[in-house]
């Protein structure tokens, strides 16, 4: 993460990304984009004080009316790593995982590193995340069990079928208009198949198909495993973020 932060800019997009850029922008109450693999809380209140980021925006400029600032990331933090690892998945040895939507790698470096898992796959389909993948996977030696594919999900059957695990944190929303993220789903309805196999998904299946006109049959594709949100006891644990991560068995 420290590697990484100092090779992108503050709030981690490349205006390749325009979609999601403007995405962000219409938003009707401000939003920033802070990266949660990148940045933790700690890291936000040091900027904070630097005045290199702020938590609140003035409503009216000039008065002392200030209301917070809603944040987003487009990583799972840290702390939702090691749930997802240590906590959601059983033991991965010899299985094969795919992250949809790699950006990063947070999801392939952490799978490297706290589980057995034989090949991680991501499939991005931006080129400039695709090259910064690229290079921590040589720097940091991931290269013999992780593998990048730059591509649009939608082209890559294949890799979803023989998939054990698949990942999907928040894929869709931020960089597909409606029509595409309702045809991407019901792609991957259609190639995440093998029975037994896993489905992470961040929000929940319900809420991501609900905003979309989709031909998708949850009861008949899916069963929801129930997760055990309570495993850790510290208070500076973000259970709100945990509980938007559901697992579904392929049925
Ligand atoms: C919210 S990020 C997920 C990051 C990462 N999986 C994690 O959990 O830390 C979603 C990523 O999906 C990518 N993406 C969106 N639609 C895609 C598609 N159809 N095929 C491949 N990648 C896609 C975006 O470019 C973005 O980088």
Known sequence: AED????LPIEAMFTSEHQAVQKIHQHPLPMIHVDAFLYDDDDVDSLCEEGKMSRSYCTECGSYKTASLEFISHSFSLMELKFLYHHVLPDLTGKVVVDVGSRLGAVLFAGYLYSSASQ?????????????QEIM???????????????????????LQKADVVVMNNVFEY???????ARAWEFIACNVRKRGSLLVTVPSLEESLSKL???VQLSQWVEEVQLNYDVYVEKDVDREALEQIHLYKIL
């Open 4 to 7: 990484l932060r100092n090779r």
């Open 120 to 132: 991680l796959y991501g499939v991005e389909m931006n080129a400039d995340f695709c090259q910064l």
């Open 137 to 159: 996977i040589t720097k940091y030696e991931f290269i013999d069990r992780i593998k990048v594919v730059h591509a649009d999900i939608c082209t890559q059957p294949s890799l």
């Open 175 to 181: 960089f597909l208009d409606r029509q595409e993220q």
């Open 213 to 215: 006109q989709v031909n």
